[in-house]
């Protein structure tokens, strides 16, 4: 049995109709990250700030999981291998593929977030200013997404799993936001094999073993029947 971790990025939704972020048709091409994606952006215009995640958050209701994400759910349920799923996506399309063992380090558009009294409920599919926090009472809701500037969640609990992993796999991530971007480097510190899957180098291909290019639908499949022994 192999410890595998996988770490996803916004790649592997691309292919369930999802924008990635820095394409040239990308999401940060329209809206400047610290407008959105800043607890000062949110404070300045919490309104601009909401609009864009409920935007986000009807586009992944709308869409499904691909053959990427299902696949990664039989790696799983399989049971030969001990797998962890590490998204960088706040999209759910990895638990409604079916993967369990899975940690949203950035958050989920599926939550929200009392910005002033730290309370977390199920995010409504639309999320206004006015909203009031369940606890607290105030109108602070944000979506529980980390933002540049904030700590990634369970931090302490992915480099453990990342130490005694045997094998680190990055998909669909193009290695700009740390500390996701410092995984391979810190796996391969720990002496781990490591492995990306992407649709082109990403900024840091030369860190893994070894990497193999193609869209996430076609390759990640293949690469998890051969951990099955079926290829
Ligand atoms: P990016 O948009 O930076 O990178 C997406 C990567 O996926 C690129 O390397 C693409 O080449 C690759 N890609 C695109 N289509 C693909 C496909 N069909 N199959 C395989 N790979 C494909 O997105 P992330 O790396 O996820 O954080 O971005 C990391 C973080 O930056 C996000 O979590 C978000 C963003 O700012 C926050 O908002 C805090």
Redesign the pocket.
Known sequence: MARIVVL?????S??SGLR????AD???EEHH?EDV?TPEGFARDPELVLRFYNARRAAAAAATPNA?HRALARLEADGRHEVLIVT???DDLHERGGSRSLIHM?GALTGALCARCGHRWTAPAVMRVSDPCPACARPAARPD????GEM?YRMEEIWQALRRADLFVS???????YP?AGFVADAGHAGVETLE????P?AGSRLFDAARH????R?VPKWVAEMLGEA
């Not at 997404?145 to 540049?148: D, G, L, T």
């Not at 998909?171 to 936001?177: C, D, K, L, M, P």
């Open positions: 996803t990025g916004a790649g592997i691309a292919e990635t972020f820095r394409a990308g999401l940060w990250i994606a990427a960088q996506n706040v950035h997404i980390v933002w540049f990634p998909i669909g991530t193009s290695g700009n936001v996701a899957l992407n649709l082109e990403s193609g869209p996430a639908t390759i």
